[in-house]
């Protein structure tokens, strides 16, 4: 890293960034999401041009029907990654990145590890190859020619590997030949080809790149002729691999195709220059990378910034995953976090070519919005890149690395370093909300090759736009009024059935193995046996099955789903159950506030993720009327000085679940309710005040953070569809993209005026007064009413922490919330752009220009929600709003935009793809009606 990057800009912290990486790698060994690929490259089965026919005249041949230049130009740089990767290993690994100027190519690439001269040598070559063949000098043939004899002799390391494989499992495949004198069976095409591939493959040459050739023809010729199923019918062991193996080896084949049909085919090609990009010289060797000396951060700082106490219950409950036998505790998590503990930060090959990706989009040069690798990116690159420009790569293997950085930023100017700056941010809280959403699945580890089967499956099928498929339901649910337990389930990823993982032209990614690892992770058994209700993933047995319920239920297509599974669910993930039939079914609705909720969830969660009872058993037990005896059961087998509380508790109040007497829930009297919380609020009024009624509180400003801080005491915080009282938004909530943020803004709030208070009442509630953490100082309501008034919120949050030591709250909410800062500085209810008023709108429910207060509906028709617009493209326009500003674009910057009249030119980068030209339409249209609203 260099000092142009500032790490502690805009409340960044090098030591945090790397702690947080480091803790999250920690959970399912780095697997932090399935793995994925660039969409349109899933369906593509060969590469543009590959399978014309050599009569046709290619050059320059734009009138073919299928040419997509765009897709080709993907495809070239992906080519050329692996190529340049001629070894295998991370090391290795290169990343290509193209220009397109007015009448030349400009082509960058990195390597992870530094270039040798060979390789430099080979890309000179390449070339001035490829700039003869766009030009057709000489004869296009003999400079292909040529060019073929250089790829053979660079990618030579990786054919000799391939080879050996290969000969391994020919020798499985014809382990004897048939005796001459014993009658000859029938061989199946696949066979007789093999057989010959066998002879070459054991065959004398007169050197070894005639033997790489003929080798390398015949496994891409045998690979596209034969489909998968054909070798499943292979009799031996090794069968499902032999067809990657053979696509392996081929696909040299397939890359020399694709260069020479981008040379053909794609403009200016005869100007293409190929440049290298050098690491600096204090990092371009793997002994030589930059020290990092950052003052680390100890595992009590990392969870004090979550929120949460370094206890072996909240350490298993971040780390832990269902069907694992291994318990995450406080002293193994302390052991494996040290252990991680590096001294060098890796600029991976992607990442080496931002700052030429941001040189280019200063200039008129067209960049193309793809950077090649020649292996998956990794879950921190391939967000970065994501974020920062939209830009895409072949796939994200969804595996993070705890060493990864930074490159130079020399010669990039201060507005795009503010992108980088922010990007990072929103990575840090990308790593942050993975480590606070738990695990609902167990992820299974990922291969990071582009080539070859894979037990994993990226596309899911029937997933299409689930965010459109969503606001259509939405909008059809809302027109029927009549129908009963209209639930939303959480989203989960389907059964990602195992097949191929290939790119284009390499093996198959229709391919069904027939056999496949258990899905139990505690199992290591090859199975046939799939899932007895949906026929997906593999289970070696009905007790594996049964184990792994919970990883695979919500997405198990026959399988019906219970509101046992859904309360168990809530329970890995440490959230109240909010799902309305749930709560009935559970005792949730009895309860009679919320602190006896967190009681009764404190007693599932329990059961459920401590005494390994499955949601089958529960749900059996209150189909029954057997619960509550049962829940006894249980805690009557545990020693009575390690029941915990819950369970003393629960002995007190059975009612809850017998349902033997009626419960009058605190809220049902809605004025006593209120006048409870203004009671217990009116302690925190200066003593003049305290016995005044509400409404006489004054100033404005007074009163209205009174209403507020009631509403914190109780645990909870304002929603953006209140009736009367704009709190939502007037206290920056609007800034949240979702309910977890929403979450983590509130608990700040909460520790700024109570500071510990909530956490010491639920120990004390359960009679572990010991065992409360500390307090930590606190703002007086004064203070916090006088600051809401003047602007000033911020200012307060930045004055007070957790503990000595660590951030300030201002800190936390800088990096976590960028925009909230410049929001609360308007003093009190001052007018602010109309755009934070569109996120107002996003924010609520089956919202509806005509129908929301007057200053949303303004706001949100300056931004194309006419009340004349069509369904479809409402919905469209809807769902760009949320893309964009859940990619992390700042409101100001579009605000910015509006006032311009580009929104429709700026959309494309904004969303990270293509824009439908409804939209587009719409954004140019937008007009300013108002600049300001309240």
Same mark, same amino acid.
């Given at each position: 890293?260099?000092?142009?990057?500032?790490?502690?800009?805009?409340?960044?912290?090098?030591?945090?960034?790397?702690?947080?990486?480091?803790?999250?790698?920690?959970?399912?060994?780095?697997?932090?999401?399935?793995?994925?690929?660039?969409?349109?490259?899933?369906?593509?089965?060969?590469?543009?041009?590959?399978?014309?026919?050599?009569?046709?005249?290619?050059?320059?041949?734009?009138?073919?029907?299928?040419?997509?230049?765009?897709?080709?130009?993907?495809?070239?740089?992906?080519?050329?990654?692996?190529?340049?990767?001629?070894?295998?290993?991370?090391?290795?690994?290169?990343?290509?990145?193209?220009?397109?100027?007015?009448?030349?190519?400009?082509?960058?690439?990195?390597?992870?590890?530094?270039?040798?001269?060979?390789?430099?040598?080979?890309?000179?070559?390449?070339?001035?190859?490829?700039?003869?063949?766009?030009?057709?000098?000489?004869?296009?043939?003999?400079?292909?020619?040529?060019?073929?004899?250089?790829?053979?002799?660079?990618?030579?390391?990786?054919?000799?590997?391939?080879?050996?494989?290969?000969?391994?499992?020919?020798?499985?495949?014809?382990?004897?030949?048939?005796?001459?004198?014993?009658?000859?069976?029938?061989?199946?095409?696949?066979?007789?080809?093999?057989?010959?591939?066998?002879?070459?493959?054991?065959?004398?040459?007169?050197?070894?790149?005639?033997?790489?050739?003929?080798?390398?023809?015949?496994?891409?010729?045998?690979?596209?002729?034969?489909?998968?199923?054909?070798?499943?019918?292979?009799?031996?062991?090794?069968?499902?691999?032999?067809?990657?193996?053979?696509?392996?080896?081929?696909?040299?084949?397939?890359?020399?195709?694709?260069?020479?049909?981008?040379?053909?085919?794609?403009?200016?090609?005869?100007?293409?220059?190929?440049?290298?990009?050098?690491? #600096?010289?204090?990092?371009?060797?793997?002994?030589?990378?930059?020290?990092?000396?950052?003052?680390?951060?100890?595992?009590?700082?990392?969870?004090?910034?979550?929120?949460?106490?370094?206890?072996?219950?909240?350490?298993?409950?971040?780390?832990?995953?269902?069907?694992?036998?291994?318990?995450?505790?406080?002293?193994?998590?302390?052991?494996?976090?040290?252990?991680?503990?590096?001294?060098?930060?890796?600029?991976?090959?992607?990442?080496?070519?931002?700052?030429?990706?941001?040189?280019?989009?200063?200039?008129?040069?067209?960049?193309?919005?793809?950077?090649?690798?020649?292996?998956?990116?990794?879950?921190?690159?391939?967000?970065?890149?994501?974020?920062?420009?939209?830009?895409?790569?072949?796939?994200?293997?969804?595996?993070?690395?705890?060493?990864?950085?930074?490159?130079?930023?020399?010669?990039?100017?201060?507005?795009?370093?503010?992108?980088?700056?922010?990007?990072?941010?929103?990575?840090?809280?990308?790593?942050?909300?993975?480590?606070?959403?738990?695990?609902?699945?167990?992820?299974?580890?990922?291969?990071?090759?582009?080539?070859?089967?894979?037990?994993?499956?990226?596309?899911? #099928?029937?997933?299409?736009?689930?965010?459109?498929?969503?606001?259509?339901?939405?909008?059809?649910?809302?027109?029927?009024?009549?129908?009963?337990? #209209?639930?939303?389930?959480?989203?989960?990823?389907?059964?990602?059935?195992?097949?191929?993982?290939?790119?284009?032209?390499?093996?198959?990614?229709?391919?069904?193995?027939?056999?496949? #690892?258990?899905?139990?992770?505690?199992?290591?058994?090859?199975?046939?046996?799939?899932?007895?209700?949906?026929?997906?993933?593999?289970?070696?047995?009905?007790?594996?099955?049964?184990?792994?319920?919970?990883?695979?239920?919500?997405?198990?297509?026959?399988?019906?789903?219970?509101?046992?599974?859904?309360?168990?669910?809530?329970?890995?993930?440490?959230?109240?159950?909010?799902?309305?039939?749930?709560?009935?079914?559970?005792?949730?609705?009895?309860?009679?506030?919320?602190?006896?909720?967190?009681?009764?969830?404190?007693?599932?969660?329990?059961?459920?993720?401590?005494?390994?009872?499955?949601?089958?058993?529960?749900?059996?037990?209150?189909?029954?009327?057997?619960?509550?005896?049962?829940?006894?059961?249980?805690?009557?087998?545990?020693?009575?000085?390690?029941?915990?509380?819950?369970?003393?508790?629960?002995?007190?109040?059975?009612?809850?679940?017998?349902?033997?007497?009626?419960?009058?829930?605190?809220?049902?009297?809605?004025?006593?309710?209120?006048?409870?919380?203004?009671?217990?609020?009116?302690?925190?009024?200066?003593?003049?005040?305290?016995?005044?009624?509400?409404?006489?509180?004054?100033?404005?400003?007074?009163?209205?953070?009174?209403?507020?801080?009631?509403?914190?005491?109780?645990?909870?915080?304002?929603?953006?569809?209140?009736?009367?009282?704009?709190?939502?938004?007037?206290?920056?909530?609007?800034?949240?993209?979702?309910?977890?943020?929403?979450?983590?803004?509130?608990?700040?709030?909460?520790?700024?005026?109570?500071?510990?208070?909530?956490?010491?009442?639920?120990?004390?509630?359960?009679?572990?007064?010991?065992?409360?953490?500390?307090?930590?100082?606190?703002?007086?309501?004064?203070?916090?009413?006088?600051?809401?008034?003047?602007?000033?919120?911020?200012?307060?949050?930045?004055?007070?922490?957790?503990?000595?030591?660590?951030?300030?709250?201002?800190?936390?909410?800088?990096?976590?919330?960028?925009?909230?800062?410049?929001?609360?500085?308007?003093?009190?209810?001052?007018?602010?752009?109309?755009?934070?008023?569109?996120?107002?709108?996003?924010?609520?429910?089956?919202?509806?220009?005509?129908?929301?207060?007057?200053?949303?509906?303004?706001?949100?028709?300056?931004?194309?929600?006419?009340?004349?617009?069509?369904?479809?493209?409402?919905?469209?326009?809807?769902?760009?709003?949320?893309?964009?500003?859940?990619?992390?674009?700042?409101?100001?910057?579009?605000?910015?935009?509006?006032?311009?009249?580009?929104?429709?030119?700026?959309?494309?980068?904004?969303?990270?793809?293509?824009?439908?030209?409804?939209?587009?339409?719409?954004?140019?249209?937008?007009?300013?009606?108002?600049?300001?609203?309240?």
């Amino acid at each position: 890293m260099t000092p142009r990057f500032d790490w502690e800009a805009n409340g960044l912290n090098r030591a945090r960034f790397e702690a947080l990486t480091k803790l999250l790698r920690l959970r399912d060994h780095g697997q932090i999401e399935p793995p994925s690929r660039f969409d349109e490259l899933q369906h593509d089965a060969r590469a543009d041009g590959d399978a014309v026919s050599d009569d046709v005249d290619s050059t320059k041949a734009f009138t073919l029907a299928d040419f997509n230049p765009d897709h080709l130009r993907r495809v070239f740089l992906d080519r050329l990654a692996e190529l340049v990767a001629n070894e295998k290993g991370g090391r290795h690994v290169a990343a290509t990145m193209m220009v397109n100027g007015q009448d030349k190519v400009d082509v960058f690439v990195a390597r992870n590890n530094k270039f040798r001269p060979n390789d430099v040598t080979f890309l000179e070559q390449t070339e001035a190859l490829l700039r003869l063949i766009a030009r057709g000098v000489g004869g296009g043939s003999q400079h292909s020619s040529t060019l073929w004899t250089v790829l053979l002799e660079h990618y030579e390391t990786r054919i000799e590997g391939y080879i050996v494989d290969l000969r391994q499992l020919l020798k499985r495949c014809f382990p004897t030949e048939v005796p001459n004198n014993q009658p000859q069976v029938v061989e199946s095409p696949l066979v007789s080809h093999l057989r010959g591939l066998r002879d070459d493959a054991f065959a004398l040459y007169p050197s070894t790149a005639t033997r790489n050739e003929v080798l390398v023809r015949r496994a891409h010729f045998i690979y596209k002729s034969f489909p998968v199923d054909d070798f499943a019918g292979l009799h031996f062991s090794a069968s499902p691999d032999f067809r990657s193996c053979l696509g392996f080896l081929g696909r040299l084949h397939t890359s020399f195709s694709v260069l020479v049909r981008a040379a053909e085919r794609l403009p200016s090609f005869e100007n293409i220059n190929i440049s290298i990009v050098r690491l #600096p010289a204090h990092s371009n060797a793997v002994a030589k990378r930059g020290e990092v000396d950052v003052g680390g951060w100890t595992l009590a700082q990392v969870f004090d910034h979550l929120g949460h106490t370094l206890t072996d219950d909240r350490v298993h409950s971040l780390l832990g995953s269902r069907g694992k036998k291994a318990r995450w505790t406080r002293s193994k998590l302390l052991q494996e976090f040290n252990k991680l503990k590096s001294s060098t930060w890796e600029v991976h090959a992607e990442m080496q070519l931002l700052p030429s990706y941001i040189q280019a989009m200063a200039t008129t040069d067209s960049v193309v919005q793809y950077i090649g690798c020649s292996k998956k990116s990794c879950f921190l690159c391939w967000h970065f890149l994501d974020l920062f420009a939209g830009i895409k790569t072949r796939g994200c293997h969804g595996k993070l690395y705890n060493l990864w950085g930074l490159p130079d930023f020399e010669g990039v100017i201060t507005e795009q370093m503010e992108r980088v700056v922010a990007s990072v941010r929103d990575v840090e809280g990308l790593v942050e909300r993975q480590m606070l959403d738990g695990q609902d699945r167990i992820l299974m580890q990922a291969k990071e090759s582009t080539v070859g089967a894979s037990s994993i499956k990226t596309a899911i #099928p029937g997933s299409g736009q689930p965010s459109m498929i969503k606001r259509v339901l939405e909008y059809l649910e809302s027109q029927r009024a009549s129908l009963f337990f #209209p639930r939303e389930i959480a989203e989960e990823p389907q059964y990602e059935e195992a097949a191929g993982s290939s790119v284009i032209d390499e093996p198959n990614n229709d391919t069904v193995p027939t056999a496949g #690892p258990c899905r139990n992770t505690d199992c290591d058994k090859i199975t046939t046996r799939r899932c007895s209700y949906c026929g997906g993933p593999w289970f070696c047995s009905v007790r594996c099955e049964e184990l792994e319920t919970y990883s695979h239920k919500f997405s198990c297509n026959r399988r019906p789903i219970t509101t046992a599974d859904l309360l168990e669910k809530d329970c890995y993930r440490d959230l109240l159950p909010e799902d309305p039939q749930v709560r009935e079914d559970y005792g949730f609705q009895r309860c009679r506030n919320r602190s006896e909720e967190t009681m009764l969830f404190g007693l599932y969660v329990g059961i459920i993720k401590y005494r390994n009872i499955s949601s089958e058993e529960l749900h059996h037990w209150r189909i029954e009327g057997i619960l509550v005896d049962k829940i006894v059961e249980v805690f009557s087998k545990i020693p009575e000085g390690f029941r915990g509380s819950y369970y003393p508790w629960f002995l007190c109040n059975r009612h809850i679940l017998e349902g033997e007497q009626n419960v009058i829930r605190d809220e049902d009297d809605v004025d006593k309710y209120i006048q409870e919380r203004y009671a217990e609020a009116r302690a925190y009024l200066d003593p003049t005040d305290e016995t005044k009624a509400v409404e006489d509180l004054t100033p404005f400003a007074k009163q209205y953070c009174f209403f507020f801080f009631s509403i914190l005491l109780d645990s909870k915080h304002p929603g953006p569809q209140m009736a009367l009282l704009d709190l939502w938004y007037d206290f920056g909530f609007v800034v949240c993209s979702d309910e977890h943020e929403e979450n983590t803004l509130s608990n700040c709030y909460q520790w700024l005026l109570l500071g510990n208070k909530p956490a010491r009442d639920h120990f004390r509630s359960l009679r572990m007064e010991h065992l409360a953490p500390l307090d930590f100082p606190k703002c007086s309501f004064t203070d916090f009413w006088k600051a809401w008034e003047a602007g000033s919120l911020m200012e307060l949050f930045s004055r007070y922490g957790t503990s000595g030591g660590a951030d300030s709250y201002g800190t936390k909410l800088d990096y976590r919330f960028p925009a909230l800062r410049e929001f609360l500085s308007y003093p009190g209810k001052s007018p602010r752009p109309s755009v934070w008023r569109l996120k107002h709108f996003l924010a609520i429910e089956n919202a509806y220009v005509l129908t929301v207060a007057p200053e949303i509906g303004a706001a949100a028709m300056e931004y194309g929600f006419y009340p004349q617009l069509d369904t479809r493209t409402r919905l469209d326009l809807h769902d760009f709003y949320i893309r964009v500003f859940r990619r992390g674009l700042l409101p100001r910057e579009m605000d910015e935009a509006r006032r311009k009249g580009n929104m429709h030119e700026m959309a494309d980068r904004w969303s990270g793809g293509d824009v439908s030209e409804r939209v587009k339409q719409v954004l140019r249209e937008c007009r300013i009606l108002r600049s300001w609203t309240t």
